[in-house]
């Protein structure tokens, strides 16, 4: 693997990591307005957040090839 | 009962085979065809060297060969032509790059010598494939294709590695030979023994054991993956 290759790996990880970990504290944030709720919540913040640095990676990834 | 002559006789008939299908490439009439005599009794003797790393001829030692034929049709395959996409992580540029960065002639090398050499091997492997499904060997289709995948990821790797300064001149200096096939063969066994797990699936084969041969892309996350162009 390519160290550009590395590089998005790195930030898939990250982004991974941070939509999960965003995505349990959406849960429990919202789980008082009711559970269907809470589920699209989290999964909402989840996708924002993985695609967010999938656009960071993209960016990145048109500087080092 | 199937030995070592059985293999030869087979892989010089698949040769003939080969050669009378690439005549025009190699410019053989029948005018001319006894000037490949030499290259014929070369290719013998190589042969038999080949074979004789088997004392019996059974499964697994035909396994052994059939592995060791695939690495070493890996090892070469990209410079039989260059411009065929073998493999996502190589390229041209990527080749040219890795033939300037090692210390070896590429401009001596002659292009249809190349093809030559990569199509003898390629007879050898067809007859030690026909030796193993006279044997009854299973899922030997399954193994060629798993092989040439897994094999090229390392040749790939390797090049990569070249191009990006990732070895010290020293490690790679023993690696090189005069025969461009030994050395490509050198360079993909050096990467392939630093993958220990690998190297634990290639001897369970060997050992008649068969693994999951399927090249499905086994990671579950491998769309989230296209994202990132991983």
New interface residues.
Partial sequence: ???Q?NV??G??RI??TLSIFFGIITFLLTFREGIIFAIIASIIVSVII?VLI?VL?WIV?GFIG | MLNHFNILENAITELGKILRLNAQYFGLSNENIHELEPIVQGTMQAYELTLSQAENININSLRKLQQSQHLGLCANKIFVNEYQNFHKDLNTEKIDTFKKKIDFDFSDLNPQAIYLAFLAQVALLIAIENGLEQLKDKLILEKNKWYQQKFLNYVSKFINKICNNEYKSSEIASLINPSLQTMMANFTLFEINKDQSFMSDLEKINQGFDLDYSLKDKNSDSILRKFFKI
């Fill in positions: 693997m390519g160290w290759k998005s790996e930030l898939y982004s991974l993985f999938a990676n990834r």
